[in-house]
């Protein structure tokens, strides 16, 4: 409320109206459920029922919905959130008790399920259609995977439902983060750029040596979360200006920002019917943007800064 008094936020109480999915709660997504849980996301609603007894009814939405299929490692206790005690449960049972423990207002719907499973895909995309307050369309999607076919699918299925959604990662060598904002047919798409990896046609799983594990580290990995949540309220609670692309280089404590555009040749079709979509929205009402659209800016191909080297100027 005191953001509201000092005009950050006109609408702060709107928070308890979204229902936001986290895919991935390991080291990054596990941190963002809690600070979003922390801010009130999926609190109870109250909402005014004149027909009914109670002048006011209770309406519960599923607000917080998390897809893992991962269980928690004593391997993994170098990172946030997950204490030594959850070890052996699954990520989002362990994770749903912490959150209800930290705010028992916050509805937790929680799906152990592999979302790449094509058995599993179809009730993926049926939550991100129904999943919101009153069996309406979930209002974001937080993409907190570790692996390129798991962002692909959350891609599929976002670009399917024109779905806004947010991508994040943190490299392999754990100094390295990003978070990236995508709008189907406005920005470029996960499929529009590919990372270097797929782009060189090289099998992610190859370059997975048995017993070397990646490294990470706490901290990168709650730098991105921060990063993650401060801009999925700005783009909620709408303030501020939300980065298209953000990049975070630990090592010089750099962060690239740009704008990808989408790639009119995207394997996705949907992603194409979006970019159609988009161009004719435009068309009937165009609308005037303060922010700046680098098109002349070269991204050089072999640029020092993280993993994301591919993000070249597309046309
Ligand atoms: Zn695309």
């Known amino acids: 409320m005191a953001l509201q008094r000092m005009g950050i936020v006109k609408n702060y109480e709107d928070i308890r109206k979204f229902t936001v999915v986290i895919v991935g709660v390991g080291g990054v997504g596990s941190v963002t459920a809690e600070m979003l849980t922390r801010c009130g996301i999926g609190k109870v609603i109250l909402k005014e029922m004149p027909n009914s007894e109670h002048s006011l009814t209770y ?37 749903s008790m912490t959150l209800t423990r930290i705010n028992p207002d916050v509805k937790i719907e929680t799906y152990n399920t592999n979302i790449t499973l094509t058995t599993q895909f179809e009730e993926f995309l049926r939550v991100l259609q129904t999943g919101g307050i009153s069996g309406n369309r979930v209002d974001l999607v937080l993409s907190c995977v570790d692996n390129y ?24 060598n754990a100094v390295c983060g990003h978070i990236q904002y995508i709008v189907p047919g406005e920005s470029a798409c996960f ?47 709408h303030f501020g ?68 080297s591919v993000f070249q100027k597309l046309y």
């Open 149 to 172: 076919e798991a962002r692909m699918t959350i891609n599929t299925a976002c670009n399917e439902l024109a779905l806004e959604w947010f991508e994040s990662g943190v490299s392999e």
């Open 59 to 95: 309406i519960y939405g599923f607000q917080l919905i998390l897809f893992d299929y991962d269980k928690v490692e004593l391997a993994n206790m170098n990172r946030l959130f997950y204490q030594p005690a959850q070890a052996g449960l699954s990520k989002v049972t362990a994770a």
């Open 191 to 237: 499929a529009c750029a590919p990372p270097l990896v797929v782009a060189s046609e090289i099998d992610e799983k190859t370059l997975k040596k048995d017993g070397v594990c990646a490294a990470s580290l706490p901290t990168t990995m709650g730098v991105v979360a921060g990063l993650l949540v401060q801009n999925t309220l700005k783009k909620l609670l």
């Open 241 to 308: 200006t939300i980065s298209w692309y953000l990049g975070y280089n630990a090592l010089a404590d750099f962060f690239p920002s740009m704008m990808i555009k989408p790639n009119p040749n995207c394997t996705d079709s949907f992603c194409l019917k979006r970019q159609e979509e988009f161009k004719n929205r435009v068309i009937e009402e165009p609308v005037c943007k303060n922010e700046e659209l680098p098109e002349d800016k070269v991204i050089h191909k072999d640029n020092e800064w993280g993993q994301y």
